[in-house]
C-alpha cells in the first residue's frame, strides 16, 4: 500500500482507496481488461421465426399427407423443411 496526494485537496490517502477521505475527491479506478469474460457474452440468434414456421409447414404437410395422399402434403413437407434449415443456420 502506497500514499498518494490527492488531486484536489492535497491529502496523503492510499491508493487503494476508492476517494479521498478527506474531500470525497474519487480517485481514478483501476484499469480493467476491455475484453469481454467469455461466459459473460449473450449471443442472440435471429431464426426463430423462420424455425417455428418450417415446424408448422412440416407438420402441416405430414398431416395432409396423412389425410389425403396427394402431392400438397408432400410440397409442404419440402417447403418446411427448407424453411426450417434456413431459420436453424440464420
Known amino acids: 500500500m502506497a500514499l ?3 488531486m484536489e485537496c492535497g491529502a496523503e490517502i492510499s491508493d487503494k482507496a476508492a476517494a479521498c477521505p478527506k474531500c470525497g475527491c474519487p480517485l481514478a479506478a483501476p484499469e480493467t481488461d476491455s475484453a469481454p469474460d467469455p461466459e ?3 449471443t442472440h440468434r435471429g431464426g426463430r421465426h423462420l424455425e417455428a414456421l418450417g415446424t408448422l ?3 402441416g404437410g405430414l398431416l395432409i399427407g396423412m389425410i389425403w395422399n ?3 402434403g408432400g410440397a409442404m413437407f419440402v417447403v418446411g423443411l ?3 434449415i ?3 443456420f440464420n
Open 70 to 72: 396427394g402431392g400438397l
Open 82 to 84: 427448407v424453411i426450417f
Open 86 to 88: 434456413i431459420g436453424r
Open 40 to 42: 459473460q457474452v449473450i
Open 57 to 59: 409447414l412440416v407438420l
Open 4 to 6: 498518494i496526494a490527492c
